[in-house]
């Protein structure tokens, strides 16, 4: 199994930054991809981006430009840099793990941390 623990959020202005950060353990050999998803109230939670193990790293149209995804291998840590943050980016963030055992496919999440960005 995979177990994810995020941390760095917080309360900012809009305009200022923030960088999450998700500790994997585990079997983390059997990671496909990670990735970071957000819920804002009353909205159904959405992918804000994702990094496939030895792929190319995909951005919600949202926060292209702003945002950006970065793993450390060596650490076994997910980031996200969010810069530019806006009101709309208030949401709790979540981080999730896609992995294979004995090749089945199973996803991870971590408890969530949440944002908030003041106007």
């Known amino acids: 199994q995979v177990q994810l623990v995020e941390s760095g959020g917080g309360l900012v202005q809009a305009g200022e930054s923030l960088r999450l950060s998700c500790a994997a353990s585990g079997s983390i050999f059997s990671i496909n991809a990670m990735g970071w998803y957000r819920q804002a109230p009353g909205k159904q939670r959405e992918l804000v981006a994702v990094i496939p193990s030895g792929g190319r790293t995909n951005y919600a149209d949202s926060v292209k430009g702003r945002f950006t995804i970065s793993r450390d291998n060596a650490k076994n840590t997910l980031y996200l840099q969010m810069n530019s943050l806006k009101p709309e980016d208030t949401a709790v963030y979540f981080c999730?793990?896609?992995?294979?055992?004995?090749?089945?496919?199973?996803?991870?999440w971590g408890q969530g941390t949440q944002v908030t960005v003041s106007s």
């Open positions: 999730n793990a896609e992995y294979t055992v004995n090749a089945r496919r199973f996803a991870a």
